[in-house]
């Protein structure tokens, strides 16, 4: 329906018109401005996360780890794609040298930048999880979602 509406609204004189064919949830996820009340996840998501590229040092990713005060530390392919997770304990205790993906959790839970805030807080208040990784559809990364930073 995005491409004949935007035909439509260039045939009534508006213009220049685009089709976003990527969708509202990647809009969201990206941070523009969108109308409603909702308190949705990627409102709350913080985006200045610490990553590293896959190959990085344990050393280095702990040293970056560090300096941002919070994590984990996410580790992305080339592509920008989440690929795991490495946790401060496991970095300490793993060689300076190894690669972080040697020591890395792999399959990590995601949600969408569209999700409902409170409920994906109080979700993961049954699951006694305190963040969650949040990613586009294509699985690159937007931020970390803290459940307490919906009631500060």
Not at 22 to 39: H, S
Not at 58 to 69: P, V, W
Not at 120 to 147: C, E, I, K, S, Y
Request: overall charge negative.
């Amino acid at each position: 329906m995005s491409p004949r509406a935007a035909w439509r609204l260039e045939a009534a004189g508006f213009g220049p018109v685009h089709d976003y064919a990527a969708g509202k949830t990647d809009w969201i996820a990206v941070g523009l401005p969108f109308e409603g009340t909702a308190r949705l996840a990627g409102l709350f998501t913080r985006r200045g996360v610490a990553t590293v590229a896959e190959g990085t040092s344990a050393g280095e990713a702990l040293g970056l780890l560090d300096a941002q005060g919070f994590g984990p530390i996410l580790v992305l392919n080339q592509a920008g794609v989440v690929m795991g997770a490495a946790y401060r304990d496991v970095l300490a205790s793993a060689p300076a040298d190894a690669e972080t993906e040697t020591v890395m959790r792999f399959g990590v839970s995601t949600v969408r930048p569209s999700e409902d805030a409170a409920a994906l807080a109080h979700r993961m208040g049954h699951a006694g999880v305190t963040r969650v990784v949040v990613t586009r559809q294509d699985g690159t990364l937007v931020g970390l979602f803290f459940a307490a930073d919906i009631t500060a």
